[in-house]
């Protein structure tokens, strides 16, 4: 299942006018592929992510999540669709400080209903699958920044979402863990087969994502020179 962006303009109210943060904004990542999203800071990457993840509604323009066009769906429709189909990491984890790890990445199961076993079960192998394993009853201020953003991600999949959305994930990491967690959402695409977008500044490690676009003030434009497999 695909994510498509479809000629999206998004319009913010400016004082008497309105600044466009995305400028007719065409973009398809297929099922098992992850963009990359680079661009300077106020080009409109998190505008994109918020359009893609139905947080907000364009102006203008077509979004088609998994296979469901969104341009008909209310409120509490957009809302199940992003419960069940698209999971989304934020910059900032916001991870609960009273919960374990295999907690917080539980807890969205309870909110999309399913029984507490089959959760705990699904929340060991996604901790697993990121590589912490061992620190599933570790609480938020007993893990690394990069650990912090592992769970993150594994909360993200919890619900086994078509569309993965991902907001600069490495900024507060160094490089070597910038590096380890891209390797990490690029295998987590491709066995998860998610369409995954990666929104971030960090020219670095680039050449492990299958395609890079680049945002500049709101159009998204030629390629940036990065390898594509
Ligand atoms: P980036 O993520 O690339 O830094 P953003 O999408 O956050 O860019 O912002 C794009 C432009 O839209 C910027 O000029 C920003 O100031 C503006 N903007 C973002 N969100 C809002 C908002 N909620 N209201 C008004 N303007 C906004
Ligand atoms: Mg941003």
């Known amino acids: ?11 913010y109210p400016d004082g008497d006018a309105r600044l ?6 065409s973009l398809d990542v297929p099922a098992g592929t992850l963009t990359a999203v680079v661009g300077p800071s106020g080009s409109g990457k998190s505008s994109l992510l918020a359009i893609a993840a139905t947080l907000v509604t364009p102006d203008q323009g077509r979004v088609v999540v998994a296979g469901t066009d969104t341009a008909g769906l209310g409120r509490a429709e957009k809302a199940a669709l992003r419960r ?3 999971g989304i990491v934020f910059q900032q984890p916001n991870l609960l400080p009273s919960l374990t790890a295999a907690e917080q990445v539980q807890v969205m199961a309870h909110l999309s209903g399913g029984s507490v076993r089959a959760a705990r079960a699904r929340a060991e192998e996604l901790l ?5 394993a061992d620190r ?5 201020h ?10 993150n991600i594994a909360r993200a999949l919890m619900n086994e979402p078509a569309v993965l959305l991902v907001d600069e994930p490495t900024s507060a990491l160094d490089h070597e863990r910038g ?3 891209l390797d ?11 369409a995954t977008v990666l929104v971030t500044h960090d020219l670095a490690h680039l050449d492990r994502v299958d395609g890079t676009v680049t945002m500049e003030d709101g159009r998204l434009t030629a390629p940036a020179a990065t390898s594509c497999r």
Do not use: F, H, Y
């Open 128 to 132: 697993d699958a990121v590589g912490l």
């Open 20 to 25: 466009t943060a995305l400028d007719r904004v």
């Open 142 to 151: 007993q893990l690394s920044g990069g650990e912090r953003q592992r769970i």
């Open 84 to 86: 069940e189909r698209i």
């Open 1 to 11: 299942m695909t994510l498509t962006l479809a000629d999206v303009t998004l319009t």
């Open 136 to 140: 599933a009853d570790r609480r938020p």
């Open 179 to 181: 590096a380890a967690v």
């Open 184 to 194: 990490l959402l690029a295998a987590l695409t491709r066995e998860r087969s998610t």
